[in-house]
């Protein structure tokens, strides 16, 4: 059985400095690949509206909407491009600066979450938009980047923008055990060779209960994940589909090989590593200034905390339970 999620799932955000979250821009929470497939006709009729209200956005260069973030109306830039994927990695807000996909996945953590001001967060990114907005939120959050197999994991080199970049490579932290009490990775982890060792890592620096947010490359209708290549015994790499690569602020003009897409065996995996909670959420609400297909984002929960409260199972949300975008 799918769960999705009441329309009026609250955050439940103590810093100071934010207003409580509008209701949650989540339309469904699934735990497994056959709560999905049981959805699916349920899903098929949002995939339907959305292709009504992408038709209506040709020629429009914004659309107007509540922003999760900033609490407030606001304006997300469209791409010049159609289709529902180009939305993903647009929709910025002009308020946070932040795109569709970002906004989701930390919309959803706020909810989940519910960080405290100075609560202990690592982000495993640091010349990104997103760091410069939650550092600026919660200051006691670390970032991090991978700056090469020669360095040591929290070793910090001199930097003109940040004072001091940090490096940390997710398969060997740096942080004590049980030292962090969130965990946001955002589209890192298919650029492992291997993701298991990250995956016990998260949950040997998470503190018990502590929470995962995580977003990679996903495909609904696997079970297994899509491997598209290898590191050979020899140091290579071996391409087992036509390589894909992405973008990396690092190294923009080379960009960075995606070794997988991730199918619901993750779930799964976070299951068997430490997590006792996992779940994948699907974000989609046009009043948010989330549309095109869904973003999936995951929540975990590590081991040696009470399972997340399950949302209850309600009606459909009818279109006026939702903000409506602004097409003017
Ligand atoms: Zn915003």
Same mark, same amino acid.
């Given at each position: 059985?799918?769960? #999705? ?27 497994? &690949? ?23 956005? +040709? ?23 159609? !289709? ?7 929709? &910025?807000?002009?308020?946070? !600066? %932040? ?8 919309? %959803?953590? /706020? ?10 967060? $690592? ?14 939120? +919660? ?54 060779? #291997?993701? /298991?060792?990250?995956?016990?890592? +998260? ?14 490359? +996903? ?5 297994? &994940? ?13 391409? /087992? /589909?036509?390589?894909? $690569? ?16 991730? !199918? ?5 995996? %976070? ?8 779940? %994948? ?28 409260? #399950? ?18």
């Amino acid at each position: 059985m799918y769960h #999705q999620l009441e329309p009026g799932w609250h955050g439940l955000c103590e810093d100071a400095r934010m207003e409580p979250l509008p209701a949650l821009p989540c339309l469904a929470l699934f735990r497994s &690949h056959r709560e999905y497939r049981d959805a699916r006709s349920w899903l098929a009729r949002y995939w339907e509206r959305d292709r009504l209200l992408r038709a209506r956005l +040709f020629g429009k260069k914004s659309i107007e909407g509540l922003c999760a973030l900033c609490r407030k109306r606001c304006e997300f830039s469209l791409p010049a491009e159609e !289709g529902a994927d180009a939305l993903r990695e647009s929709l &910025h807000c002009r308020g946070c !600066g %932040l795109n569709n996909r970002l906004r989701a996945a930390i919309a %959803l953590w /706020l909810a989940y979450g519910g960080p405290k001001a100075h609560a202990r967060i $690592y982000l495993s990114e640091q010349t990104t938009p997103l760091y410069a907005w939650l550092k600026c939120r +919660f200051p006691d959050a670390i970032g991090s980047e991978y700056l090469g197999a020669e360095r040591m994991p929290g070793e910090c080199v001199p930097d003109p923008a940040l004072g001091a970049l940090r490096h940390e490579d997710l398969t060997r932290l740096s942080f004590a055990s049980e030292s962090i009490e969130h965990l946001l990775c955002f589209d890192v982890l298919e650029h492992l060779p #291997q993701h /298991l060792p990250a995956l016990r890592e +998260f949950a040997r620096v998470l503190v018990p209960g502590g929470v995962l947010v995580l977003s990679a490359p +996903f495909d609904c209708e696997r079970e297994d &994940h899509e491997e598209r290549a290898r590191v050979a015994e020899d140091g290579r790499i071996e391409h /087992l /589909l036509p390589p894909i $690569y992405h973008g990396d602020p690092l190294s923009p003009e080379r960009g960075i090989l995606c070794y997988r897409t991730y !199918g619901w065996k993750l779930l799964e995996e %976070l299951r068997e590593h430490g997590f006792s909670e996992s779940v %994948l959420a699907l974000v989609w609400s046009p009043g948010h200034g989330h549309l095109g297909w869904p973003n999936l984002v995951l929540l975990a929960r590590r081991d040696g905390s009470p399972a997340l409260e #399950q949302p209850s199972i309600g009606e459909i949300p009818g279109e006026h339970e939702m903000p409506a975008p602004l097409i003017a």
